[in-house]
């Protein structure tokens, strides 16, 4: 597939079947992440894949014991619980780290605090580059920010320190959705010339 294509033809996808991933074509999505550039070559990416019947189970357990703690509190989950359902149905969950932060570092630099954003940038295009070669092997996924409405409860759970970024569902896809609205790149661009 042409990365024009797969950049094109890429969708959320909320619905998965239940046939698991094979383990080449995780390895072929976790390969694409990490030819991603970054900062300074840091590579700060690290992946908790999550597979199996019982560790999903165990994995949207401990993510709706989180959401519920929070809304005990009075916190609105969003759309939290919609995205532990799929998560629930999704063969296949990526958890993302940052290497290069620990929860532990909470008096940093001015300059930490710039490597984090470099890092989260640098992230950011490992987790698109999963995006994309899931597109270019016919599987789905979902990039998801809701895993940090139980982000203690998860990490620990994980057994990791490091800073979660995001996770990513993947699988085969139950649903063919259509492309979302953007924004032109004419509305979202001024050129100063
Ligand atoms: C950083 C980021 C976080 C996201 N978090 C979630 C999420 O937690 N749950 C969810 O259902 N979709 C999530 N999405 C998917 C967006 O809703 C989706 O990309 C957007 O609506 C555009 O749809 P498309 O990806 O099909 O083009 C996230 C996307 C990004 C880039």
Redesign the pocket.
């Known amino acids: 597939m042409l990365v024009q294509d797969a950049i094109a033809q890429?969708?959320?996808?909320?619905r998965y079947k239940e046939q698991p991933v094979s383990e080449e074509d995780i390895r072929a999505v976790l390969h694409a992440a990490t030819l991603a550039p970054s900062g300074k070559n840091r590579q700060p990416w690290r992946f908790v894949v999550v597979h199996g019947e019982a560790r999903r189970a165990e994995m949207v357990a401990v993510m709706r014991q989180g959401i519920a703690k929070l809304e005990a509190q009075g916190v609105d989950p969003g759309?939290?619980k919609?995205?532990a359902g799929?998560m629930a149905r999704a063969p296949v969950t990526v958890f993302v780290f940052n290497q290069d932060a620990t929860y532990a570092d909470l008096n940093r630099s001015y300059s930490d605090r710039l490597f984090d954003i470099v890092a989260i940038q640098s992230i950011?295009a490992a987790?698109q580059n999963m995006?994309l070669a899931a597109t270019d092997r016919g599987l789905g996924t979902?990039?998801?920010?809701?895993?940090f409405y139980a982000i203690e409860e998860l990490c620990g759970w994980l057994g990791e320190d490091h800073v979660m970024v995001?996770?990513v569902a993947l699988g085969h896809p139950d649903e063919a959705?259509g492309?979302?609205p953007?924004k032109s790149s004419d509305e979202v661009t001024r050129w100063f010339s």
């Open positions: 890429r969708r959320s996808i909320r759309s939290s919609r995205s799929i950011g987790i995006l979902l990039w998801i920010c809701d895993v995001a996770a959705p492309a979302r953007r």
